[in-house]
C-alpha cells in the first residue's frame, strides 16, 4: 500500500488566500507548480509547520489537526530553500551535523558518511560558508536537510538561485536522493523544464487553488491547464522504452506504447526508459495515413480526445496515443480536417526533446 | 596638589557602577529587544516609546522622578526600605537601578535592529533542524549577533560612564558609594583644583577613545553575516 501524505490548509491574508485539500502519494517526486503569488511558498510553509492551518497527516500520523499540532522542530520534515540558508558561522561540516545532532539516535538513518557520498560533499567539510559556490551550498543545504533523516523533504525553488549550468549539477542529486534513499519529495516551482526530469506527481496551483493534481503524463498534456503550464512547455511528457539502437543512421527506436518513435542515438541500455517531451506545435496532425513518403519519421495513429477553446488563430487539440499527447494547430486546418471527438488521426512528431534522466 | 592627591576611589566606583549596570542590562534587554523586534503586538509602539524616553528626557527630569521612587516614601524606595532598613536613594544600589533605565535605549536599540535584521529564517531553519526555540537561539541567533551584542555593551557602558545628572539627583555625591567620576570632575572644578580635573577628564576621555578604537577595529574583523 502506498503511502499518503494528506494535506488540507486554509490561509487567509489580506489579498492573498489559499484552500487545498490533496492526497499526495508520500513517495517520488511530486512538483508544486504555478505563478509566483499562487500560493506555492504558503503551502510549503504549511505543510512544514511554518505556519499553524489545517489538517495535515503523513503516512499515517497526524501532524496537525483541530487538537494536535506537532511543532516544526519535532515533524521529521526537511526543508530546502531558494537560498541556501546556511548558518554562516558555522563550517560545511558543522553545518551538515546541526540537524543530524538534533535527530533522536533511534531516528537517524542516514549519516555524514553516505550524505558525503551521494552529494560529493566529502571535501568541501572543512570549509567556510562563504567559500562555497552557489550550486555547493544547495548541496550542502541539501545534505544538512537529509541528515535529519527526514520522513519528507521539502523544496521551495532550490535551484531558482542558479545559473544553467549549476542546475544541471544539481538535479541528479535530487533524483539520487529520491531513488537511493527513498525519501519522499516535494517540490515547488515555477520553472517547469528545470523539473521535468524529476516529476512523478504533478500538482498545479492558481490563486491558492489546486487546478489539478495527478501522474505528470495525465495532467502536463490537459489542454485546460496551457495557460498555467506556460506555452514554452505546453504538451506531453512520455515515458518511453530503448528498443535498439541503430548505428548505421544514428538513431535510438524507441517503444511508446507499442508505437515506434525514433530520436537522435541516446547513450541508454536497451531496455531502459527514456522519458521524452513532445511540444505541442510540434505535432501536426492529417486525417489520413500517410500514402508514399514524407520526411517525419515520427508518426503516431493516435485519437482526438478534446478539442480546446478557440484563442486567437490556434487551438489545442488534446490526443490520446494510450497517453495524452498535445497538438496546437491553426483554426482553419481544424476546420479543414473536420476534427472531432473519437476520430482517428496520425500525428506528425516533427521534434522530439529528450528529458535526460541518466545519471 | 599632584598625583597623590588624586583619590582613584570615585575611578573604581564608576567602573564598577557601568559594568553592572552593561550586565544588568544585557540580561534584561536581551528579552525585550528580542520581543520588540518580533511581536506583531499594538502595546510595541508604546513600549519602544517609553524604551527611548532617557533620550530625550533631561536627565534632571528623569533623576527627579527616579529619586521620589525610590525615596523612603516612594514605590520602589518604600518597600525596600520595609524590608533592608533604608531606601535606594542615594545608595550605590539606587544608582544601579537609575542607570539601568538611563541607558535602557543604548542597549536595547541595537540588539532590536540586530534581531530584526537577522529576522525570522535563521530561527525557522533551525526548527526545521529540529532545534527548539532556546536551542535556536543560542546556537544560531546569539552567535550571528555578536556585533549587535558588541556595539549594545560599549554603548552602554560609555553612556553610563558618562552620566552626570542622574548620578547627582538620585546618588548624591557620597565618596565610596555614590561619587563617580563625572561628579569628582564636577567637585574638583568647583573648588578650582583643574589638574586634577585635568587628570579625570583627560583619563576618560583616553579610555573612550581607546575603547570605541577597539570596537571599531573588531567590529571591521568580526564577518558581516547576510542572510
Redesign the interface.
Known amino acids: 500500500m502506498t503511502e499518503l501524505l494528506k494535506a488540507a490548509f486554509k490561509v487567509d491574508y489580506p489579498g492573498f488566500k489559499l484552500d487545498i485539500d490533496l492526497q499526495l502519494p508520500a513517495s517520488g517526486i511530486t512538483v508544486v507548480f504555478g505563478p509566483s503569488g499562487s500560493g506555492k511558498t504558503t503551502l510549503l510553509r504549511c505543510l512544514?509547520g511554518?505556519e499553524k492551518s489545517g489538517k495535515m497527516e503523513l503516512a499515517g500520523q497526524v501532524l496537525q489537526d483541530e487538537n494536535i499540532s506537532i511543532?516544526?522542530?519535532?515533524r521529521a520534515?526537511?526543508?530546502v530553500?531558494q537560498?541556501s540558508?546556511l548558518?554562516?558561522?558555522l563550517k560545511v561540516r558543522e553545518n551538515l551535523l546541526?540537524?543530524y545532532k538534533?535527530?533522536p539516535l533511534n531516528s537517524r538513518r542516514l549519516h555524514l558518511e553516505d550524505i558525503g557520498r551521494v552529494l560529493s560533499l566529502e571535501k568541501l567539510q572543512e570549509r567556510s560558508i562563504?567559500k562555497l559556490s552557489g550550486g555547493e551550498k544547495q548541496r550542502v543545504a541539501l545534505g544538512?536537510?537529509l541528515l535529519?533523516s527526514p520522513k519528507l523533504l521539502l523544496m521551495d525553488e532550490p535551484l531558482a538561485a542558479l545559473d544553467a549550468q549549476r542546475k544541471t549539477e544539481i538535479i541528479p542529486f535530487i533524483r539520487k536522493v529520491e531513488k537511493e534513499l527513498s525519501i519522499p519529495i516535494i517540490y515547488v516551482t515555477h520553472s517547469m523544464s528545470e523539473v521535468l526530469q524529476l516529476v512523478d506527481t504533478m500538482v498545479i496551483l492558481k490563486d491558492g487553488k489546486v487546478v489539478k493534481y495527478g501522474p505528470v503524463g495525465k495532467v502536463f498534456s490537459d489542454i485546460q491547464l496551457r495557460e498555467s503550464i506556460g506555452d514554452e512547455h505546453s504538451g506531453a511528457v512520455l515515458n518511453t522504452r530503448v528498443l535498439e539502437h541503430d548505428t548505421s543512421y544514428g538513431i535510438t527506436r524507441l517503444d511508446f506504447m507499442g508505437q515506434e518513435l525514433s530520436v537522435p542515438i541516446q547513450d541508454i541500455s536497451p531496455g531502459q526508459v527514456l522519458r521524452v517531451h513532445i511540444h505541442s506545435k510540434d505535432v501536426s496532425l492529417a486525417t489520413q495515413p500517410p500514402e508514399g513518403l514524407t520526411s517525419v519519421l515520427n508518426i503516431l495513429k493516435t485519437k482526438v480526445k478534446k478539442i480546446g477553446e478557440n484563442i486567437g488563430y490556434s487551438v489545442d487539440i488534446e490526443l490520446d496515443a494510450g497517453r495524452p499527447l498535445l497538438a496546437t494547430i491553426t483554426r482553419k486546418s481544424l476546420s479543414n480536417l473536420n476534427l472531432r471527438p473519437g476520430q482517428s488521426v496520425y500525428a506528425y512528431i516533427k521534434a522530439i526533446r529528450m528529458v535526460n534522466e541518466k545519471l | 596638589m599632584g598625583v597623590s592627591s588624586l583619590d582613584v576611589g570615585p575611578i573604581w566606583l564608576t567602573l564598577q557602577l557601568a559594568g553592572i549596570t552593561v550586565m544588568i542590562l544585557l540580561t534584561l534587554g536581551t528579552p525585550i529587544a528580542w520581543w520588540l523586534a518580533h511581536t506583531n503586538s499594538k502595546m510595541r509602539v508604546g513600549i519602544e516609546a517609553v524604551v527611548a524616553l532617557p533620550l530625550v528626557l533631561p536627565p534632571t527630569v528623569l533623576g527627579f522622578y527616579l529619586l521620589i521612587l525610590l525615596g523612603p516614601n516612594g514605590w520602589v524606595g518604600g518597600p525596600i526600605q520595609a524590608i533592608i532598613g533604608s531606601p535606594l536613594s542615594f545608595t550605590f544600589s539606587g544608582l544601579l537601578f537609575a542607570s539601568t533605565l538611563y541607558s535602557l535605549p543604548f542597549v536595547v536599540q541595537p540588539l532590536q535592529s540586530n534581531f530584526e535584521s537577522i529576522g525570522n529564517?535563521?530561527l525557522?531553519?533551525?526548527?526545521?533542524?529540529?532545534?527548539?526555540r532556546w536551542?535556536a537561539f543560542f546556537?544560531?541567533i546569539l552567535?550571528?549577533s555578536r556585533r549587535g551584542y558588541l556595539t549594545a555593551t560599549v554603548l552602554g557602558f560609555a553612556h553610563t560612564l558618562g552620566e552626570f545628572g542622574v548620578v547627582l539627583m538620585v546618588g548624591g555625591n557620597i565618596p565610596g558609594k555614590t561619587k563617580v567620576i563625572s561628579i569628582e570632575i564636577y567637585d574638583r572644578v568647583e573648588v578650582m583644583e583643574y589638574t586634577q580635573a585635568h587628570m579625570l577628564s583627560a583619563g576618560l576621555l583616553l579610555f573612550s577613545f581607546l575603547v570605541l578604537l577597539l570596537v571599531y577595529s573588531i567590529n571591521k574583523k568580526l564577518?558581516v553575516?547576510?542572510?
Open positions: 512544514a511554518l511543532p516544526v522542530n519535532l520534515i526537511g526543508m530553500f537560498e540558508r548558518f554562516p558561522h546541526y540537524g538534533r535527530t562563504d544538512r536537510a535529519t | 529564517t535563521p525557522e531553519t533551525a526548527a526545521s533542524l529540529g532545534a527548539s536551542d546556537s544560531v552567535p550571528l564577518p553575516h547576510v542572510s
